[in-house]
């Protein structure tokens, strides 16, 4: 019987996650079936249940299911524990592996395909909900000169810096706190992108910027974008490569190989216009 994996959501039609790694999977040579969950809303530990006791290997979650993955899990990594959020599992018995390889997915993108370091940077991370905090370890781990989490709630700002504080130079700030500040490299990990809204970052933000990041997808030139566009960043991206890099973690996490994301890159990138 070829090894299950899924991706377990609602709604779920939506996801890459499928054709993801159908390719990692071709690519590298590997037996595997990998198909898609929708679990009712308050129906993942019923579903998770099932696909374990059929046999299935490991999931990859989306929303709105990554908060219970990680209380679900029997093992979970200390990224999932300071997110909370876990967006892979691995099942080996009684065991549940969790792990959350968004941000270290992001960083790798940023890194390696982007080709834009961001130690010794002066990074800014718009957002302190979910995808915010995963990204908070990796990015403190590449050393930054400085890492700025701005956010409209600012308490949610305030402890996230302080969750951060013993791993690097992290400080909150409000967005009008911001104004007449520059950034190497500057993350949108708000949700406004998805309806259509800009966070209120000031556009001098952006004035030595060398890379803008949209960590949604497939939305072409966000109002983050343009905005970031049109007061001087060098360059900009949105997260097609942080998508494809959290599968390629989790893809060798499961099966101990790792495949290369060019082609998945291509395969999915929507263009910036
Ligand atoms: P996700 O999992 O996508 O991070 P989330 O945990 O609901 O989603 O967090 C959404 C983030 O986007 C929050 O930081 C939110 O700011 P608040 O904490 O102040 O609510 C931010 N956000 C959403 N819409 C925004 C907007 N129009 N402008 C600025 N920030 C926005």
């Known amino acids: 019987m070829q090894d299950h994996y899924a991706v377990i959501g609602n709604p779920i039609a939506q996801s890459k996650s499928p054709l993801i790694h159908a390719m990692y999977a071709q690519a590298t040579g590997q037996d595997m079936m990998y198909t898609k969950i929708e679990a009712a809303l308050d129906g993942f530990k019923a579903e998770v249940d099932a696909f374990r006791a059929a046999g299935g290997k490991g999931l990859n979650i989306t929303a709105p299911f990554k908060l219970d993955a990680a209380v679900y899990a029997t093992e979970a990594s200390p990224r999932v524990k300071l997110s909370g959020a876990a967006n892979a599992m691995k ?4 065991q549940v592996w969790a792990e959350n390889f968004d941000g270290v997915g992001l960083v790798h993108d940023v890194v390696h395909n982007l080709g834009v370091l961001l130690k010794g940077q002066r990074v800014l991370l718009l957002g302190a909900g979910g995808a915010a905090r995963g990204a908070l370890l990796p990015f403190l781990a590449q050393e930054p000169r400085e890492l700025v989490i701005a956010n409209r709630t600012l308490p949610k700002a305030h402890d996230l810096a302080s969750i951060g504080a013993q791993q690097g130079r992290v400080r909150s700030s409000s967005y009008a706190e911001l104004a007449g500040l520059n950034f190497d490299v500057v993350f949108n990990a708000t949700s406004a992108s998805l309806f259509g809204e800009l ?27 343009r905005l970031a566009q049109s007061a001087g960043a060098a360059q900009l991206a949105d ?10 973690e989790a893809f060798e996490w499961w099966r101990g ?8 890159i291509q395969a999915l990138t929507v263009p910036l216009a």
């Open 257 to 264: 190989v790792r495949p290369d994301t060019q082609a998945v």
């Open 91 to 94: 099942f080996d018995g009684d």
């Open 199 to 225: 966070p209120p970052v000031p556009a001098t933000a952006f004035a030595q910027c060398e890379l803008a990041y949209e960590l949604a997808y497939g939305k072409g030139l966000t109002p983050f974008l």
């Open 239 to 248: 997260g097609v490569g942080m998508l494809a890099e959290q599968a390629a």
